[in-house]
């Protein structure tokens, strides 16, 4: 089963203007990821935030946690063309011997010119 | 150049036939996983492998098999038992400390399997 859900599926904006995403998960978690993947290739590593952790930066992303709400959101900055693609957060459980990532359906963004 | 492989790019499997998927990596790491994924879905844990010569079951892994006779190479079979194989198959690897923390995961750039 796939405990993170992005929200929206899809989100179209123009360039230079801002784009958040969300995701929303159901168990206690140990950490969660961001990834991005472009259309028909793997996946890229963007920001990993630990569950003690409420916010990070890095470069023009923006990763908040809400454990309480069970939720999170990425929020790209001064969106470029470049950054059209899919985005999906990743779960790390905290419960069980086996730490795998569980990965959301995505979040497909597009970036107009 | 550090990172993963996957071959071939495409690959095609007619009826009852098993095909084979490649995985390589030169990023030392322990850890190597298999996912599936579906036309606008995420992705699907098929198998993982946290050290040479052991693998474990992910939550798809019915029609598949894997084997981790190298560090490097995590190689996956599509079974005839696989009814329904079309997909998008991907590769990655991470580092594993022991106490298995859900680390950063590194991918290949994928390989599409068309069934004929």
């Known amino acids: 089963s796939q405990q993170g859900e992005e929200d929206p599926q899809a989100l179209s904006i123009q360039e230079g203007e801002n784009a958040t995403m969300n995701c929303s998960y159901k168990?206690?978690?140990?950490?969660l990821q961001w990834y991005r993947q472009n259309s028909g290739r793997g996946l890229v590593h963007l920001i990993l935030i630990r569950s003690n952790e409420r916010e990070k930066h890095s470069g023009r992303l923006r990763v908040t946690l809400d454990t309480s709400k069970k939720s999170s959101s990425l929020l790209i900055t001064a969106s470029r063309a470049a950054d059209t693609a899919s985005y999906f957060c990743a779960t790390v459980s905290s419960s069980g011997s086996a730490r795998q990532l569980t990965f959301g359906s995505g979040t497909q963004l597009t970036v107009l010119p | 150049d550090g990172g993963i492989t996957q071959s071939p790019k495409y690959l095609f499997r007619k009826e009852g036939q098993n095909v084979t998927l490649s995985c390589e990596q030169n990023?030392?790491?322990?850890?190597m996983y298999w996912y599936r994924q579906d036309p606008g879905q995420g992705l699907r844990l098929i198998y993982y492998s946290q050290i040479v010569n052991d693998f474990q079951k992910g939550d798809i892994a019915e029609g598949y098999s894997v084997s981790r006779e190298k560090k490097e190479s995590f190689p996956l079979t599509v079974t005839s038992a696989q009814k329904n194989p079309t997909a998008f198959y991907l590769c990655a690897s991470s580092i594993y400390s022991g106490a298995f923390q859900g680390e950063t995961q590194y991918f290949g750039p994928g390989t599409r399997l068309l069934v004929l």
């Open positions: 168990t206690s978690i140990n950490n």
């Open positions: 990023l030392n790491h322990d850890a």
